[in-house]
Nanobody
Framework: QVKLVESGGGLVQPGGSLRLSCAASGIIYTMYTMGWYRQAPGKQRELVARITTSGTTNYADSVKGRFTISRDNAKNMVDLQMNSVKPEDTAVYYC???????????WGQGTQVTVSS
């Protein structure tokens, strides 16, 4: 059974940095595209960043140049480095894993990120 556990959320000031981590278990990690999504109050969940099994990345336009996604296949982890954060980055951030053959998606429980002075 797929289990995704996020950590690293919290309160950060505008312009600051935060690093989110997601630990995956119960899967053959190298068979999954990993991603981070976020959902702000009253808004739909949206893709933040995604990284394929080969390391190809893509980002939402709103975070390009500020956020960096990375994965460690030896540790079954995916991180999201968030720099120069803005109040509009405030949301619950979810780790996502999608199997490359079946497209079956799994989600973590989410971690709150609040950007405020």
């Amino acid at each position: 059974q797929v289990k995704l556990v996020e950590s690293g959320g919290g309160l950060v000031q505008p312009g600051g940095s935060l690093r989110l981590s997601c630990a995956a278990s119960g899967i053959i990690y190298t068979m999954y595209t990993m991603g981070w999504y976020r959902q702000a109050p009253g808004k739909q969940r949206e893709l933040v960043a995604r990284i394929t099994t080969s390391g190809t990345t893509n980002y939402a336009d709103s975070v390009k140049g500020r956020f960096t996604i990375s994965r460690d296949n030896a540790k079954n982890m995916v991180d999201l480095q968030m720099n120069s954060v803005k109040p509009e980055d405030t949301a619950v951030y979810y780790c996502n894993a999608v199997h490359i053959w079946s497209n079956t998606a799994s989600w973590g429980q989410g971690t709150q990120v609040t950007v405020s002075s």
